[in-house]
């Protein structure tokens, strides 16, 4: 089967560091509807983006754990800072760009990895949206993988596991139609209780795979992932590249498991990487460079095709 491209965040995530920003390439606003479509018009298989609730209830689209904002008051700067939770749904869509042409009354920051807080800016702009807005507006052909966040260092109760989980799963009954989707999300109790609900779409755990460490020991490795997999009769994993690129075994384990594997991260936006993991056995990738990394993968299934005589398709647990 053909290497799946997912388009992270629709065409990448945006840069935050002056190092960053240097990439010649345009940035589109991230986990937009203009970033979803134009993935797909470059050839993604699917588009993964963050839903989070609504204080009133309403699932939407941003990946922080914090929505910060800029409010100017005479000269000086006053910082806002938000949980998706704490906001209702008329307050998350006024901040930022506006569709209609109008600046929103709070203007978007981001705090980068060294501690500094900055003004969110891109090349091509758009408003942020809601799950049913994308259900709506973005190509029915384009396939979904919807991750479910959570605060990444924070405890969260089961009461907003249900909570968020519930209101996610009605918008999707709703608004889904046909459209292929696939569920993931670090929380290794918000995966057990998606497969709980739901079986309809499969649902994958995303791991750091010991790249980065965790309090949650289910988090750290690929092995720990494997055995959330069994636990709750999950359907994949999605880890960081550079788990798998480390240790090209973990995929054989994977796949032992009875598991489609996917992997996200910096090093799938090298085609190298692409190849290697093909080569392995990995189902698909997360990847940023959407253009040229649909080129690769696809340069990639005409050799595999022309060399074994088989037509190359997705693979089929990763669309199901």
């Known amino acids: 089967p053909k290497l799946v491209v997912v388009g ?24 937009t509807i203009t970033s979803f ?24 689209i941003f990946h922080d754990d914090l929505l910060i904002t800029d409010d100017s008051v005479s000269f000086l700067r006053k910082k806002n800072e938000e949980t998706i939770g704490d906001m209702t749904l008329h307050e998350f869509l006024s901040i930022g760009f506006q569709r209609d042409g109008h600046q929103g009354g709070k203007s978007l920051l981001r705090r980068a990895s060294d501690g500094a807080l900055r003004k969110w800016t891109v090349s091509v702009d758009d408003s942020l949206c809601t799950l049913k807005q994308a259900f709506e507006e973005v190509h029915p052909f384009t396939g979904f993988n919807i991750e479910v966040k959570f605060h990444d260092v924070l405890p969260t109760s089961d009461q907003e ?11 999707v009954e709703q608004y889904a139609g046909g459209r292929r989707i696939y569920f993931s999300s670090f929380h290794p109790d918000a995966v057990g209780l998606l497969r709980k609900k739901q079986s309809r779409y499969p649902v994958f755990f995303l791991t750091d795979g010991g790249v980065q460490l965790y309090n949650d020991p289910r988090r750290n490795s690929i092995e720990a992932a494997i ?9 994949g994993i999605v880890s960081e590249v550079k788990a798998v690129l480390n240790n090209p075994s973990a995929v054989a384990q994977v796949k032992q498991a ?3 594997f996917l992997t996200y991260g910096e090093l799938n936006n090298m085609a190298e990487a692409l190849h290697k993991q093909e080569e392995d056995g990995v189902d698909g990738v997360i990847v940023d460079h959407v253009t040229e990394m649909v080129t690769a993968a696809r340069k990639m299934d005409k050799v595999a095709t022309a060399s074994s005589g088989v037509d190359s398709s997705p693979a089929v647990r990763v669309v199901a």
């Open 37 to 60: 479509n134009m993935a797909a018009a470059n050839g993604a298989d699917f588009v993964e983006f963050d839903v989070q609730v609504t204080k009133d209830g309403h699932a939407v």
């Open 8 to 31: 992270h965040r629709g065409c990448g995530k945006n840069k935050i560091t002056a190092l960053e920003a240097a990439d010649s390439r345009p940035s589109i606003m991230e986990n």
């Open 161 to 171: 596991l249900e909570r968020v989980i519930g209101a996610i799963l009605s918008e």
């Open 227 to 235: 055995q959330v997999c069994k636990t709750s009769n999950l359907q």
């Open 258 to 260: 009875g598991l489609s």
